[in-house]
């Protein structure tokens, strides 16, 4: 075991408290950046002039008329730059742009008094545009082949011979919706300067370091005249990674262009039409099984909707092409990516980062295939899990796989699942007008940044003479619990208790170069580097201690406050006296790299993961055969966390990422205006009326969390593992409970095609097009029901129970004849 | 007006209000004044986390207090003038929490914690709901606040913990004290001018003197319009304290619910009376908005997906309209004219609505939307049925999200009514109802579906009365 994750005796880790700021949060005393806003005198408002147009050029941009509005300050445009008119990594996003790219891009920006003062100011800003053809959706890209950024392949094997010897090849497609991060607090950022022009950022953002940066490059500083702080988000999910840059540099500007503060907060429908969400994808796929059901070769190209620039499209493509496997074994592989530039918002980071579309391709594949192929789907994909030995596509060897079988028969039998599927049976055959699903997936999940270099991290622990101590480190809190973890982390590796430890708000003039908090990887980083700040200090506590104790200082232990060796104690704090009084440093600054990665992004292949997550889900849910609206009745999970440093914020990590992920799959439903009217690429749903979000009544009836024993993780501190991103994906199985469920309204073996968002109306057509099955059952019939192309070979062949023999003869149906948008709904 | 200066009571402590101007809500003014544990999350009612208590009048009587829970984000703060709330702040600190909030904060129930004010607030109210019998939750308590990152579990667990108050809690011996009335405000500023009706006929000649005003009662749907589509008005008549508009009266003849009424009170008050809007009444919106929001203000926005309409035409309920000039009545179905147009003339409110006896012993409401609670029809279906041996002897069906305006099913009630109620009867009528109104598709709904739902939803209704002990299944 190494000594990063060998985890002492009545460790603080490891026990269940609640969230640090829980008590602030309850009493409305934690503070959010525009909380601030009352606490500073003489702030100035910000309001952006936003696009009518999805794309135009800004032939004329007439200001004077803002002026003229009682309370307008500034109008702030691309003339005010100093540096860099560019908040982006890329080099492909004009702070102030000279072409609208979407609906809603901002081109100026005003700044009051009040509110009200900068919104009449940018109403009264007089723009000229003169529009040019737009590309809204992903098919409209698809057809102009309108791409941006790196086409990477994930290659392994012969996918072509992989597909001849396979007993069937079905081919299809999907189309996977997009998703808003609807968190709580929207964008905002509050820029102060000093009497020096150095400038103070308090930003809403995961990424204070590349905020900080960006800041500089607009303004024409050094970073060492910039500095960043986020207090805390309510609420990330990787939305804050790269979005707030843009808008902490416009507060920035503002700040040094009128010398006072500026906030810049985003109302919820600038926050919508701004800024980038999950990445909608578009997914083509041929696929081979052998006559026992396992998966032979996979042949498919993912495109994704990267919107009007990059942002991080390039890295999500690559995490989702490296997931397109989930857990399963696939000898030969052949993964296209491509990213469509569209005149939308610019996806972005979104909790899974391009994981849950790659793995909903499989998953969508197993499910729509398994009544075909006439195997339970859950037999399916059980028979086709990772074993000991076997390696992803992309070429790193699949640790502990056995892990994913003993949550996935742990669950089994929790869950019950072998009974209840005969009562999911047996009330589907008593209820004509309701029927019952019930699945299980399971999910594994590569942990690390695909991009190696961020995966390090810093932390800053003082000792203070009378024992106290405060941490800083770079990873930012945004509701997941980190700096919980991290009190945890730094109490258990000094030996104190938890209250003896503070820890102050992310800066980036305490911790330089911070990555990202994103990856799921901030406590694993963050983890590592304030326990070894913390060793630091208890290494040289402890020659002071042995000193005094009259032992060798490897015999010194820190436990509860107490610091012991050779039957003799002290307490911590006269060990902080004596060092102090002898001169010797009491703080430290901490470092870690994730060590054993190695990636080539472009041959896409590699270790890029420190290791993989595992856990599995099943779901019941039951839908109304009349109108397609569904209950979920029950939930079980099983998920690895390893050694869990913080129980009770980890079970939330997993329930609260378990239904953001059944909100992606079924109820949120993203959607633009795409006909050729006025209202061209506006996002029809820019509010939380219209856009929703799973709400308590869609909390599942029972709904159970067990985290997988036996999982240390060796290499990993103390032993854990990470939990942010992997149980999203545990709701694949709320839609594959839904497909089973709309297929029981159909004859036996009936394969539906379910669209994603799973909202009740695309259940509805599911049913519709399972009822439609029982007139016409034949195989070739179900698979084009399913939006299946039947390639190759035999359909049906293997199932023992089917009644019917197969139809060899059934005509295949030509691919290009084939496609989803036929397969039921109107959409 | 008196000299007296406008204020409300905030946690105990008196915060003036003069220079807010009519269009500044609630949300704003608290943080404003440094209370800034509520949030804006969305601006429009639909998140909660903005949510605060306010003194209401009780359920039995004006004997007593009421804590109620509303969106601040869409409450003039100028209504708040004589009143009293409290925030988060005011229900404990954190070193001396509030049974709630401790219940929230050891069961993990926050996380980022940008919600969590606005749950403590809806949940503090119903700790304090004087009907909540036993220690436990109503389910709909927290339909109207949305958390993104917790998945909810927890805060259920703490909802499902609630104790009861204790004897010395001060805001629960402050329910046996009347609620503060409604003060005659009158806030003029340079923005405009808020005024609160005294009565009727204040509020009558008010109208009569400033046509052009917006009559704000719940203000759940002015303050959406204020908030994101920047809408101001010069003149601002508050009538959410009316008197006379606050009447829920039954004879023999009829039921008349106020227009002022809140739907809560609504809920509470008819207490299952009219079986078609208790079946109604948890699937509007949210607790937090039927707080709030009134069946008066639901008719005058005449939007085609409201959901009063549709069970209002099923009910064949008249609409009372008064003015300084005088009062008519008409039926809803003459109501209105088109896309958010009515017959209400500028100088005349909706005082109240009249619902005939006896209801028709069938009835049903579907309402078809992506979420099952707070959320807006894509098609809503109200029917009212009366069957006698066997045969539909009357039929009403209101239909919301089909049309610019909501509709009666005429044909479908005419190939209904006087035909054997057989399935063979309601296959056919459901083809003519899957005919009825012009649906589009839309961000809510596809026409296809829409047209799918109507006819469904017959069968369903002809299917359920066929299994009256059916109660289990999903429901839209």
Redesign the interface.
């Known amino acids: 075991m190494s000594s990063l994750s060998q985890r002492p005796a009545n460790a603080v880790v490891g026990q269940a408290i609640p969230h640090e700021s829980a008590a602030l949060h309850v009493t409305g005393s934690a503070l959010y950046t525009d909380d601030l806003v009352g606490r500073t005198a003489g702030v100035l408002h910000a309001w952006p002039v936003q696009s009518p147009h999805a794309r135009a050029t800004v032939t004329a941009l007439r200001v004077e008329a803002a002026y003229g509005i009682d309370g307008v300050v500034r109008v702030l445009s691309a003339a005010d730059v100093p540096g860099l008119n560019d908040a982006g990594v890329k080099g492909d996003e004009p702070l102030f742009p000279a072409e609208a790219r979407h609906v809603g891009h901002a081109i100026c920006w005003v700044l009051g008094e009040t509110l009200e003062a900068a919104r009449l100011g940018a109403a009264a800003v007089e723009v000229d545009y003169a529009p040019l053809p737009a590309i809204i959706t992903l098919r409209e890209a698809i057809a102009a082949e309108a791409f941006q950024g790196c086409q990477p392949t994930l290659l392994r094997g012969d996918v072509e011979s992989g597909l001849a010897h396979a007993a069937v090849v079905f081919a299809g497609e999907l189309d996977i919706a997009g998703q808003e991060h609807f968190y709580l607090e929207t964008h905002v950022s509050i820029a102060l300067v000093d009497e020096a022009g150095q400038v103070f950022v308090q930003s809403s953002t995961q990424h204070p370091s590349e905020t900080q940066a960006m800041v500089a490059q607009v303004l024409a500083l050094p970073s060492n005249a910039v500095t960043v702080q986020s207090l805390r988000m309510g609420g990330g999910f990787g939305g804050k990674e790269m979005q707030p840059h843009g808008l902490a540099a416009v507060a920035a500007l503002g700040a040094t262009l009128t010398g006072r503060p500026v906030r810049l907060r985003l109302n919820r429908t600038q926050d919508m039409t701004m800024t980038g969400k999950r990445h909608g994808f578009h997914a083509q796929w041929r696929v081979g099984f052998d006559a026992d059901g396992h998966l032979t070769a996979l042949d498919a190209t993912l495109t994704s909707d990267g919107g009007w620039s990059l942002d991080l499209s390039e890295p999500v493509l690559a995490r989702a092409l490296c997931h397109v496997d989930n857990a399963y074994w696939i000898p030969d592989v052949r993964v296209n990516g491509r990213i469509a530039r569209t005149n939308k918002t610019s996806q972005t980071a979104f909790r899974g980062f391009g994981g849950p579309q790659g793995m909903l391709v499989i998953e969508d594949i197993l499910g729509r295939c398994a009544p075909l192929l006439g195997i339970d789907p859950a037999e399916l994909r059980r028979r086709n899990f990772y074993v000991d030995g076997q390696a992803t596509p992309y070429g790193q060897p699949v640790r502990h796989p056995e892990r994913l079988v003993h949550a996935w028969d742990d669950l089994t039998a929790r869950a019950d699942l072998v009974q209840r599927r005969e009562e999911v049976a047996a009330f589907n055959a008593e209820h004509p007008h309701a029927k019952r699903g019930l699945a299980i997936t399971p999910v594994k999940f590569g942990i690390s940044f695909n991009f190696t270099t961020f995966n390090q991290a810093g932390a800053l622990v003082h000792v203070y003479t009378d024992g106290s101590v405060l941490i800083n480190h770079g990873g930012t809190e945004m509701g997941q619990g980190l700096h919980t973890k991290m009190l945890q982390v730094a109490a258990t590796s000094l030996g104190l208790p938890l209250e003896r430890v503070r820890l102050a708000p992310t800066r980036t003039d305490k911790v330089p170069n911070a990555s990202a908090t994103a990856a799921s990887s901030g406590a694993d980083l963050n983890g590592g580097a304030v326990k070894h700040a913390c060793e630091q200090i208890t290494a040289r506590l402890a020659e002071v201690a042995a000193a005094e104790l009259s032992v060798d200082p490897s015999e010194v232990t820190f436990a509860g406050g107490v610091v012991s060796g050779g039957g003799g104690s002290l307490t911590w704090e006269e060990v902080v006296a004596l060092a102090y009084a002898q001169r010797v440093q009491l703080w430290a600054s901490g470092f870690y790299r994730t060590e054993g990665l190695q990636w080539d992004s472009t041959a896409m292949q590699g270790s890029p993961f420190k290791y993989f997550s595992y856990g599995v889900a099943a779901c019941e849910v039951e839908v109304d055969g009349f109108t397609g609206a569904y209950r979920t009745r029950r939930v079980d999970i099983v998920h690895d966390v390893g050694d869990s440093l913080s129980p009770l914020v980890d079970i939330g990590q997993i329930e609260g990422g378990f239904v953001q992920g059944a909100g992606w799959l079924t109820l949120e439903d993203l959607r633009w205006e795409e006909g050729d009217g006025p209202n061209r690429g506006r996002l029809a749903t820019q509010s939380a009326s219209t856009y929703k979000l799973p709400s308590l009544s869609e909390m599942p009836e029972v709904f159970t969390v067990a985290l997988l024993e036996h999982a240390h993780e060796d290499g990993v501190v103390y032993g854990s593992k990470a939990v942010g991103e992997p149980p999203l994906m545990l709701a694949f199985s709320v839609r594959e409970a839904l497909r089973q469920a709309a297929a029981a309204f159909g004859p036996e073996r009936a394969a539906v095609h379910l669209a994603t968002p799973a909202t009740p109306e695309s259940v509805w057509w599911a049913i519709e097009s399972a009822r439609s099955q029982r007139d016409d059952d034949s195989p070739g019939r179900r698979a084009e029901r399913a939006g299946v192309t039947v390639v190759s070979a035999e359909v049906g062949g293997q199932d023992p129970h089917a009644p019917d023999q197969p139809e060899p003869d059934a005509p295949p149906i030509a691919p290009e004849t084939e496609r989803l948008a036929d397969s039921g709904s109107p959409r | 007006m008196s000299s007296r200066m406008p204020s409300a009571t905030v946690n105990g402590i008196p915060l003036g209000l003069e220079g807010v101007s009519p269009t500044t809500n609630a949300l704003d003014w608290l ?2 004044r ?11 009612g ?2 909660g ?1 903005c949510a605060v208590l306010v003194a209401r009048p009780g359920r039995s009587g004006d004997s007593t207090t009421e804590w109620t829970a509303v969106n601040s984000c869409l409450m003039p703060a100028a209504s708040l003038d004589g009143q009293e709330v409290v ?3 005011g ?4 070193d001396d ?1 509030h049974p ?3 219940e ?14 606005g749950f ?1 607030c809806s949940l503090a109210a119903e700790f304090y709901r004087a009907d909540r019998a036993d220690a436990g939750c109503d389910a709909h308590a ?2 109207g ?12 667990d703490a909802a499902d913990a609630l104790g009861m108050p204790s004897g010395d809690d001060p805001l629960g011996r402050r329910r046996e004290a009347p609620a503060p009335g409604a003060v005659p405000t009158r806030l003029v500023g340079a923005a405009g001018t808020y005024a609160r009706a005294a009565d009727l006929t204040d509020a009558c000649t008010l109208l009569a003197e400033h046509p052009e005003a917006v009559l704000v009662a719940g203000s759940t749907d002015w303050g ?1 319009e204020v ?2 589509r ?1 809408a101001r008005s010069a003149f601002v008549i508050g009538i959410d304290r009316v008197p006379e508009l606050r009447d829920l009266d039954e004879d023999g003849d009829a039921i008349t619910i106020g227009a002022g009424l809140t739907l809560s009170e609504i809920e509470r008050r008819l207490g299952g009376r009219v079986p078609l809007l208790a079946e109604l009444l948890p699937q509007f919106a949210s607790r937090l908005i039927r707080n709030g929001a009134t069946l008066g203000g639901n008719l005058a926005t005449a939007s085609p997906i409201g959901d009063a309409a549709p069970v209002l035409l099923a009910l064949e309920a008249e609409v009372i309209l008064t003015s300084s000039s005088g009062e008519r009545t008409l039926p809803i179905s003459e109501f209105f004219t088109g896309y958010r147009q009515t017959v209400r003339r500028a100088d005349e409110l909706i005082r109240a609505v009249r619902i005939p006896l006896p209801l028709s012993p069938i009835s049903a409401f ?1 309402k ?9 029809s ?1 098609v809503a279906i109200a029917f009212a049925l009366d069957v006698r041996d066997g045969t539909v002897a009357r039929a009403r069906i209101g239909l919301g999200g089909v049309a610019a305006t909501p509709l009666r099913a005429l044909a479908t009630e005419r190939s209904l009514e006087g035909h054997a109620w057989s399935e063979s009867t309601v296959e056919a009528a459901a083809e003519v109802l899957r005919g009825e109104g012009t649906p589009i598709d ?5 026409a ?2 829409r047209r ?2 109507l006819g ?2 017959l ?2 209704l002809h ?1 359920e009365q066929g299994h009256p002990g059916r109660t289990e ?4």
Do not use: W
């Open positions: 943080r404003s440094g209370l800034t544990g509520a949030k804006e999350g969305c601006a429009e639909e998140c986390a925030t988060v702040e229900l404990g600190s954190p929490l709630v909030q401790r929230l904060a050891v069961r993990g129930g926050s996380q980022c914690g940008f919600c969590t004010p403590v927290l339909s606040n949305l958390c993104r990152c917790t998945g909810y579990r927890p805060i259920q959406v908030n994101l920047a579907h078809i939307a992506k979420r099952r609670f707070d959320d807006i894509g839309d961000l809510r709904a596809s296809a579906y799918a739902m469904t939803s069968l369903r299917a299944g999903a429901r839209a």
